[in-house]
């Protein structure tokens, strides 16, 4: 009798398995693609999490629901509303380096960014001062990638000549090449501080009588403090033509500065000056 009673008690652990619970858990600020990953670290390998729709659907044993539940509170938080000051010249009036930028236009909406990510992108001209064109704010939630460009389309035109035996026909068409410059920028936070992924680049608007542009694309991370003027990428050009006269030389310089700056502004930060 005692060695059955010592068999029973040795099955008993694998005969009574955690009976697993199947839970709806409804997300109020995030997409399930978002929550997923940071769920499934701290899950039993018996455990699994799907994503619905605008929840997550979880099979979970019964001693960790509570658990899980405190850590998918914490993941699904509102991202903050972040503005982003763009510079293109490295002046900053009054306007552009405090928080208040009044007169602000919107030019539109657009969601031209990579399409791994979502959302929309307000886009806005600061016309108080005669540098108006170089400064814009864009409005972007944290963690979503705003693309911002400006520039000119310009007509390139195109010929094209048939034969016909002994005649020849030509024919043309025009269409159009954006030059321009801009980026795209992700921000995400991390106390006082932002991380930026940007991918500036820059396009040189066709020379008269020369069919081909110049252009300069980069890509990288940086870290900076919010609220502070950020240098995001430099381009510089510097040309010189210099040409020999009879009585003399001239020289001609041109100097090119393609400089991007911005500044990042939580605007739903406590201390915030702007909401």
């Known amino acids: 009798m005692s060695k059955k009673l010592t068999v029973i008690l040795l099955l008993l652990p694998f005969a009574a398995p955690a009976v697993a619970q199947l839970i709806f858990y409804p997300l109020k600020h995030k997409m399930p693609a978002e929550v997923i990953p940071g769920v499934q670290a701290f899950l039993q390998p018996s455990e699994t999490v799907a994503a619905g729709h605008n929840e997550l659907i979880l099979r979970l044993e019964s001693k960790n629901i509570a658990e899980i539940k405190r850590l998918i509170e914490k993941l699904d938080q509102p991202a903050h509303r972040l503005l982003i000051f763009v510079n293109h010249d490295g002046r900053f009036n009054r306007q552009t380096e405090g928080y208040n930028v009044n007169q602000q236009i919107q030019l539109g909406v657009g969601a031209k960014a990579n399409n791994n990510y979502q959302g929309q992108v307000n886009i806005y001209s600061n016309t108080s001062d005669k540098q108006g064109k170089n400064n814009q704010s864009i409005q972007v939630l944290e963690g979503h990638t705003a693309y911002l460009s400006m520039g000119v389309n310009e007509p390139v035109t195109d010929f094209q000549v048939q034969r016909h ?101 939580d605007l739903d930060a406590k201390n915030s000056s702007l909401k």
């Not at 500036?200 to 890509?219: C, D, M």
């Not at 940086?222 to 609220?227: A, D, F, K, P």
């Open 165 to 265: 035996g002994a005649y020849s026909h030509i024919s043309s068409s025009t269409r159009y090449r954006e030059a321009s410059k801009g980026f795209y920028i992700t921000p995400r936070l991390s106390n006082e501080t932002v991380m930026l992924e940007i991918a500036p680049h820059y396009e040189e608007p066709l020379s008269k009588g020369i069919p081909s542009a110049h252009f300069t694309r980069a890509s990288t991370v940086i870290r900076g403090r919010l609220n502070t003027w950020i240098q995001l990428a430099g381009l510089s050009d510097d040309t010189t033509h210099s040409t020999r006269e009879i009585l003399g030389r001239t020289i001609q310089t041109r100097h090119k500065n393609n400089t991007i700056w911005v500044k990042v502004v």
